[in-house]
Nanobody, 126 residues
Framework: QGHLVESGGGLAQPGGSLRLACAASGFTLDYYGIGWFRQAPGKEREPLSCTSLRDSSTNYADSVRGRFIISRDNAKNTVYLQMNSLKPEDTALYYC???????????????????WGQGTQVTVSS
């Protein structure tokens, strides 16, 4: 059974950057949809960005468009989320997820995913 492991979280100052990684093991990501989500205490899980690895199409939530960039490294079987211009409201637990079927539109919904990572904490504070 495949697994996803996130890394790269930590403490950043407002305006700073972090790069999260989502490494897959036990399966290859080539034909999957990958999504990044976050969840802050007391809030619902929020979709941030997703990509269809079949055609490299991407989508972003309005809250992160222009600041976050999703990318992949096929050789490392890893998807990244580059986060720039971080704000205190970006503080949350960040998750990646993989979907074995679906479309770019469906990848915005947590229910489309069948494999989730354990999450990595991002804290933005001065």
């Amino acid at each position: 059974q495949g697994h996803l492991v996130e890394s790269g979280g930590g403490l950043a100052q407002p305006g700073g950057s972090l790069r999260l990684a989502c490494a897959a093991s036990g399966f290859t990501l080539d034909y999957y949809g990958i999504g990044w989500f976050r969840q802050a205490p007391g809030k619902e899980r929020e979709p941030l960005s997703c990509t269809s690895l079949r055609d490299s199409s991407t989508n972003y939530a309005d809250s992160v468009r222009g600041r976050f960039i999703i990318s992949r490294d096929n050789a490392k079987n890893t998807v990244y989320l580059q986060m720039n211009s971080l704000k205190p409201e970006d503080t949350a637990l960040y998750y990646c997820a993989a979907a074995s079927s679906g479309t770019l539109r469906s990848y915005s919904f947590p229910s489309s995913y069948n494999t989730w990572g354990q999450g990595t904490q991002v804290t933005v504070s001065s």
